[in-house]
């Protein structure tokens, strides 16, 4: 069955402190991995997919096919950084339906 | 170029009632996902649309269902509406193959 799993439901660091959201996943087939973050009184938004390996917002993730992971991290938390953030996967190339983690949410303290 | 839009923005309705929620794509897109977003349980996959078809469905009663207009717009309908309907719906358009866009959802509350 296809699942991702955020461990934890809320993680809170200081200004300046490195952050790492965690994210497992299960699934059969080849997925493609995203991380949706959502500030508050906004909208759900894309932050970034493994296909494109880029960093946005100082975030970066990378795929860990052997320990089915897809952790985000950025070195240097800011404030800015507050909101809820999704991990999410679906199969590659294929569109279709997104199985989304329980969220995780990130408090950044001054 | 407009983002997806969703209506009503807040809907009320009593127990036993149907619920009409509405979602305009992004001009092209012509994939519509409906997820529900219910206090401590995350996204749930409601419903896939595409090309005026349904593609999968998640694991929610017939009570659920929808459409899809020729012109991409979706409709999410809810018969009977019980207490653990009230969530916030959200409805997300892509075009094939790439990410999605999500709307700002239906705060649905059922009394």
């Known amino acids: 069955a296809q699942r991702v799993t955020q461990p934890e439901k809320l993680l809170s660091v200081f200004k300046g402190a490195p952050v790492e959201l965690k994210c497992n996943y299960s699934y059969s087939g080849s997925p493609e991995l995203f991380w949706y973050v959502q500030y508050s009184r906004q909208r759900l938004q894309l932050l970034l997919r493994h296909i494109s390996r880029e960093s946005i917002k100082g975030f970066t993730a990378d795929l860990n096919k052997g320990e089915t992971s897809f952790h985000l991290k950025k070195p240097f938390a800011q404030e800015e950084d507050s909101a809820m953030y999704y991990c999410a996967l679906s199969r590659v190339n294929q569109g279709g339906k997104l199985i989304f983690g329980q969220g995780t949410e990130l408090s950044v303290k001054p | 170029e407009a983002g997806v839009t969703q209506s009503p923005t807040h809907l009320i309705k009593t127990r036993g009632q149907q619920a009409t929620l509405r979602c305009s794509p992004i001009s092209g897109h012509t994939s519509v996902y409906w997820y529900q977003q219910a206090l401590g349980l995350g996204l749930q996959f409601l419903l896939w649309?595409?090309?005026?078809?349904?593609?999968n469905r998640g694991n929610f009663p017939p009570r659920f269902s929808g459409r899809q207009f020729p012109n991409y717009s979706s409709e999410l309908n809810v018969n009977a509406l019980e207490l653990e309907d009230s969530a916030l719906y959200l409805c997300?358009?892509?075009?094939?193959?790439?990410?999605?866009?999500f709307g700002s959802g239906t705060r649905l509350t059922v009394v």
């Open positions: 649309y595409d090309e005026g078809e349904e593609r």
């Open positions: 997300a358009s892509s075009l094939a193959r790439s990410g999605y866009t």
